[in-house]
């Protein structure tokens, strides 16, 4: 590197530029942030995430086949849940933290035998997924995974994990998003289950 | 009749709010020295006023007044009392009492320390503290009052979310929130220094204290909830990428981009403008960060009950603080002239790659954060953005930071001679050549591994060479590297043990993500297994109660080589009100790694099922990050912090009116031409 002499060299970050487009640069800031408000402005005033998608409540489930992980002898596809009665899907992946947190939920309410859990294995790696279940057990029926998060993303998968209740006709009743806690399970999901006599 | 004197002392501290965020600022605007002598008192009176009201809701928890819906939602008759205490703030009314608390008790230390600022600057900065303080009482009083009483009086409440009965996650939201709310102070210097038109060096000296404390303190609180999440959530894990962790993350990355250009700010009176952008940007994260989790846009296990209505509210505020400042940012900024000019290749332009580099880290976590909302709202298209995005991205903007402080540090102001930085780098060198060579020889992988535990042993080389370099150790008689280690500022002291805290806490996140054991299997009483070299015997399984769960408590012992190291007591707890269980795992840590046992269902077969780990490095995690909090405060108690800036009075410049006229035709300075080749 050579070095230059004389008076030092002005290499300020921008501060000499001229006037009018540095007064641009600046204008560019809080104009970034009225596009970031407005679009969570629509996205708050537009529905609560809970209902996200709307769309999907009261619908058929949408269609899909997918392949078992490694070591479990059965994939999932949506005639499955079809032909299931009244069911829970439960979306979720090993990476996913709260997963963990309402994991033991889950294995209660299959210890219970009420009704069928299937799983979405949500983009996760198939043995990060096999070791999750092995260390924590499997609570699920059938589990598909979802390597590429197409099927995913059909459901309308917002955030892992999510809970899907599905009625006998294979419709979709009930989407509850994040941690499933023991009080959605008895004040919420439950009583729906059972009206739905499941 | 007392939760009514605290809804009351709400409503005072409001009155006085809004006192506080106009008098002041039409006081200094008209140059009326009583008007603006009014922060003063009404900061003072605002702080005691919110203290009754907490003090208040602190009494209706301890003694169970169920009478008060917050407390029949959010607490229990026969919870242990310190988590009445910290119950109060372990929901969204609490914790938002606990937020304007802070913001009043940092109010009251700007009015307290402030003795040496100009009166119109003071008078500004306390005003823009009361119209933060006045949104969120509004906020309070509007939408979330915690005072709120129940008809007829319930006979016990619904209990703390088991989860957050715990003294981890106690203490977790204050030091956040003391951090969050300390970005304010920053911020508040920043809009007053934009109505003023004026940012000097006193003013960054001024600046950077209040952003040490808040830096300090996020630090602690992040980590805080790192470890909880570590011990309680039963896996070994400890940073999950989820959108309330980057929500807090956000607001440190900033300041800690804010503490690096503030001396550029005051050292070398230059990146003014982009200082005050910074001390803008990093208290909006907080306030974006209360948006996302308050309004249940972003679901989390963090989250407490969410509510749009909540989220309208903060979003309106959110735009009239953040749109307001960066809006006054915008029509103000560009008239800040620096003068200090810096070649790349210089302390300067280290700092400003620091930043660059901080900034562009902070907008990949805002981007994975915010992304699926984004793209939600303009196609309707749903995605969910996980870890592996953050760790494929963030990680490789952090790499080369990391390489970068142990450089910068050793760099001249204004120009450094870069052959004279890298034979002072030996050390750094020869530490990481012998760290990659050990790992390899005695790992030999995963090599993501190895690299990023080379980069935390060049980066403790470069601190040391750094602590060589101005204790000019070996170089002269060690009586007097002893008397320049006297003599030597808290600041440096600060600095070298903040950047020693980085480099131990990657050597345990690297550690801890690539050489954990596990081992899970139903195991009987008096069966052994052996993990990562010892051996573990269920010893017994007792049940029994705890003051408002069941508790099914394992005694397990560790042996190594024939020999009695450690009896560990894992847990499974089920609370009795809410029904849920929790794990209580124990951790034995031998400061190189910890031995980590949790117990979990009992199978059908007999037995219960066990999780064991052998955590390497994990502990330097925690130890790391104590020495970064520790180096803060260090630094912050430095002379020059406390002393006056005398230079301001002297450096009277009037940037409004530019002394030197502006050359806005001069093509002879576009930075780009001036890179050394």
């Known amino acids: 590197m050579t070095q230059q002499n004389g008076d030092p060299p002005t290499d300020e970050m921008r501060e000499e530029t001229a006037a009018p487009r540095r007064r641009l640069v600046f204008i560019l800031v809080p104009a970034a942030f009225a596009v970031l408000a407005a679009v969570l402005a629509w996205q708050l005033l537009t529905g609560t995430p809970d209902k996200i998608p709307s769309a999907l409540i009261d619908k058929s489930i949408p269609q899909f086949d997918l392949q078992p992980i490694p070591g479990w002898d059965k994939g999932l596809a949506s005639a499955d849940i079809e032909r299931g009665g009244v069911s829970l899907v439960n979306v979720f992946a090993s990476w996913c933290g709260p997963c963990r947190v309402e994991h033991p939920l889950l294995m209660d309410i299959a210890a219970q035998d009420l009704l069928p859990i299937w799983g979405l294995n949500y983009k996760d790696q198939p043995k990060d997924a096999a070791s999750w279940l092995q260390q924590l057990g499997d609570p699920f029926t059938q589990i598909g995974s979802d390597l590429s998060g197409r099927v995913g993303i059909n459901w309308g998968v917002y955030g892992v994990p999510e809970t899907f209740v599905i009625d006998g006709q294979g419709r979709i009743v009930y989407k509850h998003i994040g941690v499933l806690t023991r009080r959605d399970w008895d004040e919420k999901l439950l009583p729906l289950i059972e009206n739905l006599g499941g | ?677």
């Not at chain 2, 959110?318 to 002239?337: I, M, N």
């Not at chain 2, 332009?349 to 793209?375: D, E, H, R």
């Not at chain 2, 690299?451 to 060690?478: S, Y």
């Not at chain 2, 108690?637 to 002297?650: E, K, L, N, T």
Request: net charge positive.
């Open chain 2, 1 to 677: 009749m007392i939760a009514e004197i605290g809804h009351f002392a709400l409503i005072l501290a409001l009155a006085l709010a809004v006192v506080q965020s106009t008098l002041p600022l039409i006081g200094a605007w008209r140059n009326n020295a009583a008007w603006m002598a009014i922060s003063r008192p009404a900061v003072t009176g605002q702080f005691v006023f919110i203290s009754i009201a907490f003090a208040c809701l602190m009494y209706a928890y301890v003694v169970s007044d169920f009478s008060v819906a917050n407390v029949f939602e959010n607490s229990h008759s026969a919870k242990p009392l310190l988590y009445k205490f910290t119950g109060v703030w372990g929901n969204h009314e609490g914790s938002m009492v606990l937020w304007v608390w802070i913001l009043a008790l940092y109010g009251m230390a700007v009015a307290a320390f402030g003795g040496n600022l100009p009166p119109a600057l003071r008078a500004r900065v306390l005003a823009i503290q009361g119209l933060i303080g006045l949104g969120f009482l509004v906020f309070l009083l509007a939408t979330s009052n915690p005072f709120l009483r129940l008809d007829p009086v319930p006979l016990n409440g619904r209990d703390l979310n088991p989860l957050l009965q715990d003294p981890g996650l106690a203490f977790h939201p204050p030091l956040l929130y003391f951090g969050y709310v300390g970005l304010s102070v920053a911020f508040s210097f920043a809009v007053a220094a934009l109505i003023e038109g004026k940012v000097d060096p006193a003013w960054a000296r001024w600046v950077r204290p209040w952003s040490l404390l808040s830096w300090s303190a996020l630090t602690g609180g992040i980590v805080l909830g790192s470890w909880w999440a570590y011990y309680e959530l039963g896996w070994g894990g400890f940073w999950f990428w989820d959108p309330v962790e980057n929500a807090s993350f956000m607001p440190w990355l900033m300041a800690t981009a804010l503490l690096h250009s503030a001396i550029v700010a005051e050292k070398r009176d230059a990146l003014k403008s982009w200082t005050v952008l910074l001390a803008i940007l990093g208290f909006s994260l907080s306030l974006m960060g209360t948006f996302l989790v308050r309004s249940g846009m972003l679901t989390s296990v963090h989250s407490f009950a969410a509510d749009p209505a909540r989220g309208v509210f903060i979003l309106g505020f959110l735009v009239v603080v953040v749109g307001g400042s960066l809006t006054l940012y915008a029509w103000r900024a560009p008239s800040l002239r620096s003068s200090g000019r810096f070649r790349p290749v210089s302390r300067e332009g280290a700092l400003v790659i620091n930043n660059l580099l901080l900034v562009t880290g902070c907008a990949t976590v805002f981007i994975g954060t915010l992304y699926p909302l984004i793209l939600d709202a303009i196609s309707g298209e749903k995605v969910s953005v996980g870890p592996p995005f953050f760790e494929s991205s963030f990680v490789w903007i952090m790499a080369p930071l990391f390489l970068l402080a142990a450089a910068g540090p050793l760099m001249a102001w204004k120009r450094a001679d870069l052959p004279g930085v890298t034979q002072r780098l030996t050390i750094a060198f020869a530490a990481a050549a012998a760290a990659a060579i050990l790992l390899v020889a005695l790992k030999g992988g995963p090599w993501g591994a190895i690299l990023g535990l080379t980069i935390a042993a060049w980066l403790i080389g470069g601190v040391a060479a750094e602590f060589i370099e101005r204790l000019r150790l070996f170089r002269v008689p060690l009586i007097d590297s002893f008397r320049r280690a006297r003599v030597l500022p808290r600041s440096a002291w600060g600095m070298s043990l903040a950047h020693a805290g980085v480099a131990i806490l990657i050597a345990g996140g690297v550690g801890a993500t690539n050489w954990q054991t596990e081992s899970v299997q139903v195991m009987e009483v008096g069966e052994r297994v052996e993990v990562a070299g010892y051996d573990f015997t269920l010893a017994s399984l007792t049940d029994s109660q705890g003051p408002n769960y069941d508790v099914r408590r394992g005694e397990f012992t560790v042996d190594q080589d024939g020999e009695r190291i450690a009896t560990l007591h894992p847990e499974k707890r089920k609370y009795w009100v809410q029904g849920m269980d929790t794990t209580e795992a124990a951790i034995r840590t031998t400061w190189i790694a910890d031995i980590y046992v949790a117990i979990g269902d009992p199978a059908t077969s007999g037995g219960i099922a066990v999780r064991i780990y052998h955590n390497p490095l994990v502990p330097w995690i925690w130890f790391g990050a104590i020495i970064m909090v520790a180096g803060g405060l260090i630094s912050l108690s430095d002379r020059r912090h406390r002393v006056g800036a005398p230079s301001r009075a002297r450096r009277k410049s009037t940037p409004a009116q530019p002394t030197e006229p502006a050359q806005p035709a001069q093509p002879a300075q576009p930075a780009e031409s001036r890179s050394d080749t």
